[in-house]
């Protein structure tokens, strides 16, 4: 089964973090739906030409997550809880807007004026998308 | 399973010398086509033609074959197969005087062929021919048992030099024998008692060298 | 089977000018193990010992739960080897070599040969002296592979090569992994290949393992801290920072035993913490040496 998920160089985070944004993004746009069989770990480890040990990280992560289920045997699949997509697109939401905030506090942005920036973003952003 | 790694061992170590083995084949059979031409020089030129080809057979043999494993990094790919190092020592014996016995034999019979075939040469030289093939034999036995044992391209050259210089002393001592000398002349083939003594000597000499090698060689613990 | 593919207890061998101490190496079946380390640091000898090739002075080695050198032959029907200064003969073909190792072992796998030949794209008729160095690699590579051996020992065998050989030979050690019965070593400069398909990472340097376990493990350890601290503010000294260096304002801080309570050690210190980043292996070994070779002259 293709995986269909690339680790690039270029991105700095470690390779099993990569792993598991690119599964969870593949739920989330429905490409992977609930219950449905995924790669076991050595089939991934050796389609993306990584350590076992890697994928494995990945894999408990997500497990741990909820996102998918390991079976001794049976190998690993999406978990069969509705609405996973959804809430893995909503907790991606929420990982770019705490990470905001966080940018924000660095830069000394008070949130208040963060709503104003948020506010004035999707203004450009659908002025971009009618012009 | 074990016998036949080291089978492999000598069969490829034949195969890739194969070339030589032909060229040192035809290079004798041009000589005594040389001789077959008739007359003084060619047939002196014919006869040293003869020997030198197997005396330098003798000596390319141990650097081509032994050293040249060191040398050209092929030890490691040999080591990694499934043998021991006695095992890769009697392979690399075995094929190395094989490789040398195959030609000589082939040469020295059809030199003896030819000679009792031709009508010009008095078939008593026959017993000389096989001593002074034999004694070059016995120099390349030393120039081999030293390669394989010491695996120096100094000591393998030195013992080069030692084998290359004492032909021709040895060869003229045997002229000198009278009753040998006597012995070549003669029209049929003389089997007199110093060609024997010589001979003995040659074939106890080969042996002792292989018997020094076999040994010397399984003392070896290490590849490295 | 639970058998250690490699294991060595306290091994040890003496040279002239160098020294192997007590090595301490286990590879479980189904792993990947990279073995890093400076030039002359001993993956080379430790290797050839695992090999049969050298004996070790003391010390116990069991390969596929065979002990060597006692018993290599019966090893080296399992194993694959193949290292950075091994030639094959030159004046033969490759297809030479494939029927030379053929017919001496029955797990050849005549099919994936010609697989490997086109991944490879190399020619069978083509003499040895007539290939690239990256393509004799790779032939020697497809030799040791196609037999599908049950443990490959590989010292150095993506050195020297362009990306795309590199990239081939990856994936067939990758595939290798299907198999969860069989194992790799390899040693190699590349930290990139070695931080990729490595389960587990060994260094060696002067002749001592100075780290050997799980590389997610290890690579979780270390971060690299960047600060900004104001003029007059004194950066602790803290457990498990090997080095800081600071220059005007701003210092760098390797860590590498990393826990969220230097963060905040840092921060309660003045400092304020602009990035935490994670290493590269790269980084991370060349900061391990460093620090070793600092802690020995001390």
New interface residues.
């Given amino acids: 089964m293709e995986s269909g998920i690339l680790i690039s160089q270029s991105d700095k985070r470690p390779i099993y973090l990569q792993i598991i944004e690119q599964i969870k993004r593949r739920i989330a746009v429905e490409d992977w739906t609930e219950g449905q069989p995924i790669p076991s770990i050595r089939q991934l480890a050796v389609d993306l030409q990584v350590s076992v040990i890697t994928v494995k990280r990945a894999y408990l992560e997500l497990e741990r997550e909820g996102v998918i289920v390991t079976q001794q045997g049976r190998g690993s699949r999406v978990a069969s809880t509705p609405g996973l997509g959804l809430r893995l697109h909503q907790e991606e939401l929420q990982q770019h807007l705490e990470q905001a905030v966080r940018l924000s506090a660095l830069l000394g942005i008070k949130p208040t004026e963060l709503e104003s920036r948020l506010r004035e973003a999707g203004a450009n952003i659908t002025e971009k998308e009618t012009s | 399973m074990k016998g036949s790694v080291v089978w492999t061992l000598i069969l490829s170590d034949l195969h890739r010398h194969r070339t030589f083995i032909l060229f040192s084949i035809l290079s004798g059979g041009l000589a005594l086509v040389l001789i077959q031409v008739g007359g003084e020089l060619p047939s002196l030129l014919g006869t040293i033609w003869f020997f030198t080809g197997m005396i330098v057979l003798g000596c390319m043999l141990p650097g081509s074959n032994v050293i040249n494993e060191r040398k050209k990094q092929t030890l490691p790919f040999l080591m990694s197969l499934p043998m021991s190092i006695s095992q890769f020592t009697a392979a690399k014996i075995v094929s190395t005087f094989g490789i040398f016995f195959v030609p000589w034999l082939t040469l020295v019979i059809t030199a003896v062929a030819f000679i009792a075939g031709h009508k010009g040469i008095p078939h008593g030289i026959i017993p000389v021919v096989i001593v002074l093939s034999t004694f070059v034999f016995v120099g390349f036995g030393l120039n081999a048992g030293a390669a394989l044992v010491t695996e120096s391209e100094g000591v393998m050259v030195a013992s080069m030099i030692v084998t290359n210089s004492s032909y021709g002393f040895g060869w003229y001592m045997l002229a000198r024998n009278p009753a040998i000398g006597a012995g070549m002349k003669s029209p049929v083939i003389v089997w007199s008692k110093e060609i024997l003594t010589v001979l003995g000597a040659e074939f106890a000499v080969i042996v002792l060298i292989l018997g020094l090698t076999f040994y010397f060689q399984s003392r070896k613990r290490d590849f490295v | 089977m639970t058998e250690l593919a490699i294991k060595f207890a306290g091994v040890g061998k003496q040279y002239r000018y160098f020294t192997l101490h007590n090595i301490h190496l286990e590879v479980p079946p189904?792993?990947?193990m990279g073995l890093i380390g400076p030039n002359g640091a001993g993956k080379s000898t430790t290797i050839?010992i695992l090999?049969g090739?050298?004996?070790q002075d003391h010390g116990e080695v069991r390969v596929l739960d065979h002990r060597m050198p006692a018993e290599?032959?019966?090893a080296?029907?399992d194993?694959?080897?193949?290292?950075e200064?091994?030639?094959?003969?030159?004046?033969?073909t490759l297809d030479w070599h494939m029927r030379?190792i053929r017919?001496?072992y029955p797990q050849w796998d005549p099919a994936y040969a010609q697989l490997l030949l086109k991944r490879f794209g190399l020619l069978a008729e083509q003499k040895i002296r007539g290939l690239s160095h990256g393509q004799r690699v790779k032939a020697?590579l497809l030799l040791v592979l196609a037999r599908r051996p049950r443990l490959l020992v590989l010292d150095e065998p993506t050195t020297g090569l362009d990306p795309v050989a590199r990239h081939e030979i990856?994936?067939e050690l990758?595939?290798v992994?299907?198999d969860?019965g069989r194992s790799i070593l390899f040693s190699s400069h590349n930290t990139?290949d070695v931080e990729?398909?490595?389960?587990?990472i060994t260094f060696i340097d002067r002749g001592r393992i100075i780290d050997s376990m799980?590389?997610?493990a290890y690579?979780?350890r270390w971060r690299r801290l960047r600060l900004e601290a104001p003029s007059g503010i004194e950066l602790p000294a803290l457990p498990g920072v090997i080095n800081i260096r600071q220059t005007g304002r701003l210092a760098v801080a390797t860590s590498n035993e990393f826990v969220p309570g230097i963060a905040r050690a840092y921060e309660q210190s003045g400092a304020r913490i602009?990035m935490i980043?994670?290493m590269t292996l790269e980084e991370i070994f060349v900061a391990k040496v460093e620090h070793s070779r600092e802690e020995v002259e001390a």
Avoid: P
């Avoid at chain 3, 194993?79 to 290292?83: D, E, Q, R």
């Avoid at chain 3, 990729?196 to 587990?200: G, V, Y």
């Fill in positions: 189904g792993q990947i050839r090999m090739l050298i004996h290599q032959v019966a080296k029907w194993i694959g080897f193949a290292s200064d091994m030639r094959l003969y030159d004046a033969m030379f017919s001496i020697t990856l994936r990758s595939a992994m299907n969860e990139q990729q398909i490595s389960d587990q799980d590389k997610e690579l979780d602009q980043e994670n």
